[in-house]
């Protein structure tokens, strides 16, 4: 896989390539500010060489990384609501995240979190992740049958 631009935006990979139009009304929801002039802070990344990215490579990206990462899938291009995936990889100090005294072994136990987020949202996860503002599990529990629409 061609390495990922080494930047400290947060990246939004591109991994579906067959219709140009709704990859431009996802880009111009994500970059239009919100009513309050919120905005995510993505690095797009618009190559072919990231077709059809698996969700299991997107982890790997996402681990190597140790940030966030948006993936602009065949889902998040044909949803009425563009529901792009975010990655998170979890962190060997986020203690929070599990409970030592489960029976879940270091195998079974994940190691990243995924969700759908609407585009028109993207800004509240991206920022408030990247800033630590908030926790992974904030925008999970406010996930609607997976996909966060917005508190």
């Known amino acids: 896989m061609k390495n990922l631009p080494d930047t400290d935006e947060t990246l939004l990979i591109r ?3 067959s219709d140009q139009a ?3 009304a996802l880009l111009t929801a994500v970059t239009t500010p919100n009513k309050n002039g919120f905005l995510a802070n993505v690095h ?14 997107a982890v ?3 681990r190597a990384r140790g940030d966030l990462l948006i993936v602009a899938d065949t889902t998040a291009l044909t949803g009425p609501e563009m529901p792009l995936l975010a990655v998170l990889p979890f962190h060997e100090d986020e203690d929070d995240d599990y409970d030592e005294d489960e029976d879940e072994d270091e195998e079974t136990k994940q190691e990243h979190g995924e969700l759908r ?35």
């Open 117 to 151: 987020v609407i585009a028109a949202e993207l800004w509240s996860i991206e920022n408030n992740i990247s800033l630590a503002n908030m926790d992974w599990e904030d925008f999970v529990n406010a996930a609607d049958e997976g996909v966060f629409r917005g508190f």
């Open 60 to 62: 790997s990206v996402a």
């Open 15 to 17: 991994t579906d390539h």
């Open 22 to 24: 709704a990859w431009q």
């Open 44 to 57: 797009v990344v618009d190559d072919v060489a990231y077709s059809d990215l698996t969700t299991e490579q």
